[in-house]
């Protein structure tokens, strides 16, 4: 059974750098494309970026560049790095893996989700 | 990018109606589309992809339909676990939300 736990701290300050790390279990992180996804009350759900086992990644262009994902093959994870956090970035952060090996596939596991909250 | 429109936001119906959400593309996405279920405090859930294609394991109540720019989400017959938020979602270039569908009891 395919689990995916998000972990890291839930209090970030306004201009710092979020970090977030995702362990996956019952899978291995060399399948696939790993995403993440986030949802704030102000933006619904807002897709992060993707990165493959390979370190191909493709991200979303309103995060204008703030955002990199990377992979811990060794340890079956994989990470997001946000920099520049505004009180616009506090939201819950779900890392996600679709169907199937395509890029373009949906949805069907997701984390528990991790609340992240931007304030000084 | 390509932008998603769900309708409408908040729905109200009884137990045993039958229920349509609409989702539309701002252009066209073939069949690329999924619906997923959300409950609160819980991630969303897939029930539909490539528009029409039921998850394993989620009740024949509910069905998609549509291509191009025009999608529907149906529940036949709305059952006390389907108060919940709904999202369509093209997963066409990378993934785009709607802003959802909150199904609640009349």
């Known amino acids: 059974q395919v689990q995916l736990q998000e972990s890291g701290p839930g209090l970030v300050k306004p201009s710092e750098t979020l970090s977030l790390t995702c362990s996956v279990s019952g899978d291995s992180i060399n399948n696939y494309y790993w995403s993440w996804v986030r949802q704030s009350p102000g933006k619904g759900l807002e897709w992060i970026g993707y990165?493959?086992?390979?370190?191909?990644?493709s991200y979303n262009p309103s995060l204008k560049s703030r955002a990199t994902i990377s992979v811990d093959t060794s340890k079956n994870q994989f990470s997001l790095k946000l920099s520049s956090v505004t009180a616009a970035d506090t939201a819950v952060y779900y890392c996600?893996?679709?169907?199937?090996?395509?890029?373009?596939?949906?949805?069907?596991?997701w984390g528990q989700g991790s609340l992240v909250t931007v304030s000084s | 990018d390509i932008q998603m429109t769900q309708s409408p936001s908040t729905l109200s119906a009884s137990v045993g109606d039958r229920v349509t959400i609409t989702c539309r593309a701002s252009?066209?996405?073939?069949?690329?589309l999924a619906w997923y279920q959300q409950k609160p405090g819980k991630a969303p859930k897939i029930l539909i992809y490539?528009?029409?294609n039921l998850e394993s394991g989620v009740p024949s109540r509910f069905s998609g339909s549509g291509s191009g720019t025009e999608f529907t989400l149906t529940i036949s017959s709305l059952q006390p676990d389907d108060f919940a938020t709904y999202y369509c979602q093209q997963h066409y270039t990378y993934w785009t939300f709607g802003q959802g569908t909150k199904v609640e009891i009349k």
């Open positions: 996600a893996r679709p169907k199937n090996a395509e890029t373009s596939a949906p949805v069907v596991h």
């Open positions: 990165i493959h086992y390979t370190g191909s990644t």
């Open positions: 252009q066209s996405i073939g069949t690329w």
């Open positions: 490539m528009a029409s």
